[in-house]
Antibody, heavy 121, light 107 residues
């Protein structure tokens, strides 16, 4: 059974750095073709793709947020960590982690439940 | 970057209706398109990948078609559980992009 779960702060202040952890089970990030990505969704709005890390440590970022994002993995712990610097109220959203589809495909077949992050002073 | 545009934004329909949602890409994405269903407070659920491949466990009333720049998601006979928001996503190239969503409402 494949599961993913996001964890991290629910409230951050403007200008602070957000660190989110995705802990997963049922698959390994050392298996060829596997990747874990982050997607966010502001309240009442559409999904926005943020970043992805592959089994071979290849990383992809949203160009509009690239300067603020870092994605890393800890294969031994089955975790992927996303950091976002200089948080702003417009970054208030539910943040999801998800596993990419088979054969390194860029769609997402398993998703975490999401974690709501509010940015406010 | 490739942009995805869905239409309509909102769709009102009744149980038993056949409905179609359209997704257009700003440039050709071959068949590298996925469709998701999302219910309030829940994570998106994968329905279709590679434009027309049905994800395991998804009812056969859902189908996808298209290639290049124009794609459709069709629900052949709406069930009460199908009222939700639907998103398309291109994965032809990075950055991947989601459409703005289509909310399917009960008429």
């Amino acid at each position: 059974q494949i599961t993913l779960k996001e964890s991290g702060p629910t409230l951050v202040k403007p200008t602070q750095t957000l660190t989110l952890t995705c802990t997963f089970s049922g698959f390994s990030l050392s298996t060829s073709g596997v990747g874990v990505g982050w997607i966010r969704q502001p309240p009442g709005k559409a999904l926005e793709w943020l970043a992805l890390i592959y089994w071979d440590d290849d990383k992809r970022y949203s160009p509009s947020l690239k300067s603020r994002l870092t994605i890393t993995k800890d294969t031994s712990k089955n975790q992927v960590v996303l950091t976002m610097t200089n948080m702003d109220p417009v970054d208030t959203a539910t943040y999801y982690c998800a596993r990419n589809g088979r054969d390194s495909s860029g769609y997402y077949d398993y998703w975490g439940q999401g974690t709501l992050v509010t940015v406010s002073s | 970057d490739i942009q995805m545009t869905q239409s309509p934004s909102t769709l009102s329909a009744s149980v038993g209706d056949r409905v179609t949602i359209t997704c257009r890409a700003s440039q050709s994405i071959s068949s590298w398109l996925a469709w998701y269903q999302q219910k309030p407070g829940k994570a998106p659920k994968l329905l279709i990948y590679k434009a027309s491949s049905l994800e395991s466990g998804v009812p056969s009333r859902f189908s996808g078609s298209g290639s290049g720049t124009e794609f459709t998601l069709t629900i052949s006979s709406l069930q009460p559980d199908d009222f939700a928001t639907y998103y398309c996503q291109q994965y032809n190239s990075y950055p991947v992009d989601f459409g703005q969503g289509t909310k399917l409402e009960i008429k």
